[in-house]
């Protein structure tokens, strides 16, 4: 399973930006991807279409026209007020037949729009009194300087970008450079920012059974999410790493020790047909090569090669998505709130409760100090299960329910959130599991704390500070604290 950038994620940046209309409080959003701006992820950001290959109105049906649909394109410079929008796609943007800056004699490179507006004009036009750059290279993409730019267009090709392997350095920057231009634009923003960032050709390269193209472009997406963490402060950003699906990519096993996963990929045994196979194959894709019932003799096969399409269980044009669960990771205020297992609608409102976004501000409005002991609240009853706690850090439990694949960054407005943050750690009451504990607070005041649902395991460790463990303990059971 290799990792690339979500839909989950983008929904939930999705509903952050749709929420945040009204509660965000003047956050910056940046949107930056591997794969058109018009794409899937990145879209879903700020769009509302009826298919996602609206991509301008040329792929639209006369049919949907009349009915009040408008393409994607012409949504990314409406909806949204977005700060910062870095990928490509350009060709969606202009007149049909207009040239392409980087590929003029290239008829499948020149504008498709057929109502023969030009959108990066008009989005010009619509940052006047602004510091707005639109660039298409890198060359004027270096020359943007963050501390002086209030809006950045950057669309490097008319399509997708390149894959990493194919990139041309003197004309396109790398992921790591386009995600460090988005954050040091946003950052200025004292309220905080939302940032997509996607890898988006991860899943082009798996669906053409390409793994060398794959796993350098997963190797170039970890090197962005390292430098979003070198230019934040964790105390002060939420990042959340997550993928909305896998691939049926498999990893044969007993290669030899230390062999490469590419170079040497050739498994060492040899299959019933006396024959080889790669350690990395696809469970279908592209790459089925049975040729009059027999699969091909790849010992003279150089498989290390970009080009090289891994072997497949079944033919199909396109490698499918698969099934199994995927990784999400946090860290930051709140990350504890994403562990677990969840499902995907979760993510959004984990983020948005976490940014003080949205309608369940709770842990945003309440004390700032603490008000507890460092108290250790145990229990026991014959045998049928137990309660262990510390009154430290109680509300981490309000965490339990969760558990994230692109690079989000979300900061929020630094001293509110940290205060936030805080009084959510320090308050003095939980609801976890169907058992009632009772504890003092430094002045001798009990301090209740309900656990509903009895008998059923809260799913929160936070941090070893306060772990609760629940059997079939009665609904009104009152626990003393033990010093």
Same mark, same amino acid.
């Given at each position: ?307 090289? %399409?891994? /072997? &497949?269980?079944?033919? !199909?044009?396109? +490698?499918? =998505? ?86 989000? %960054?979300? /900061? &929020?407005?630094?001293? !509110?959130?940290? +205060?936030? =943050? ?62």
């Amino acid at each position: 399973m290799t990792m690339k950038v979500t839909r989950v994620a983008v929904f939930a940046l999705f509903l952050l930006l749709a929420w945040g209309s009204s509660d965000a409080k003047g956050k910056s959003v940046g949107i930056v991807t591997t794969t058109r701006v018009q794409h899937a992820t990145p879209a879903t950001t700020y769009a509302h279409s009826a298919s996602r290959k609206w991509y301008s109105d040329a792929d639209m049906s006369d049919a949907a026209k009349r009915d009040g649909c408008t393409d994607i394109s012409s949504q990314l410079i409406k909806n949204t007020d977005i700060d910062v929008i870095i990928g490509g796609g350009r060709k969606y943007m202009t007149p049909k037949g207009t040239k392409d800056p980087e590929y003029p004699g290239d008829y499948a490179s020149r504008g498709k729009r057929q109502d023969g507006r030009n959108l990066i004009n008009e989005w010009q036009s619509m940052k006047l009194g602004k510091v707005a750059h639109y660039v298409w290279n890198k060359t004027d993409f270096d020359a943007v300087d963050p501390e002086n730019t209030d809006y950045l267009m950057a669309l490097f090709e008319p399509g997708d970008l390149r894959f990493e392997t194919e990139r041309d350095p003197n004309m396109d920057p790398s992921i790591v450079e386009t995600t460090e231009k988005a954050i040091r634009i946003l950052q200025k923003n004292p309220k905080g920012f939302f940032l997509l960032v996607e890898g988006g050709r991860i899943d082009q390269a798996h669906h053409d059974g390409r793994a060398y193209m794959a796993l350098h472009e997963t190797v170039a997406f970890d090197y962005a999410i390292a430098k979003g963490l070198e230019l934040t402060k964790e105390e002060e950003t939420l990042t959340v790493v997550m993928a909305d699906h896998s691939h049926p990519f498999t990893f044969n096993g007993y290669p030899f020790r230390g062999q490469s996963i590419l170079a040497g990929g050739k498994s060492p045994l040899w299959a019933t047909d006396v024959l080889p196979y790669t350690t990395l194959m696809y469970g279908n894709g592209p790459g089925h090569k049975i040729t009059n019932g027999k699969r091909p003799d790849i010992r003279n096969v150089d498989t290390k090669t970009k080009d090289y %399409v891994q /072997l &497949s269980a079944v033919p !199909t044009e396109s +490698a499918t =998505h698969s099934g199994e669960d995927v990784a999400v990771l946090a860290r930051g205020p709140m990350a504890h709130i994403f562990q677990g297992v969840q499902e995907q609608n979760y993510v959004a409102h984990a983020m948005a409760y976490a940014a003080c976004v949205g309608a369940d501000l709770r842990h945003c409005q309440g004390q700032t100090e603490p008000d507890l002991v460092h108290t250790t609240l145990t229990h026991d009853s014959n045998g049928a299960g137990g309660v262990y706690g510390s009154a430290v850090l109680l509300s981490s439990l309000l965490s339990a329910l969760l558990a994230l694949k692109v690079l989000i %960054v979300s /900061l &929020s407005d630094r001293a !509110t959130t940290r +205060a936030a =943050h805080k009084a959510h750690r320090d308050r003095s009451s939980v609801q976890v599991c169907g058992v009632d504990l009772t504890c003092n607070n430094r002045e001798g005041k009990p301090l209740l704390l309900h656990l509903p649902n009895p008998g059923q395991k809260p799913m929160l460790q936070p941090d070893g500070a306060l772990s609760v463990r629940c059997g079939a303990e009665p609904q009104d059971t009152t626990l003393q604290p033990v010093t």
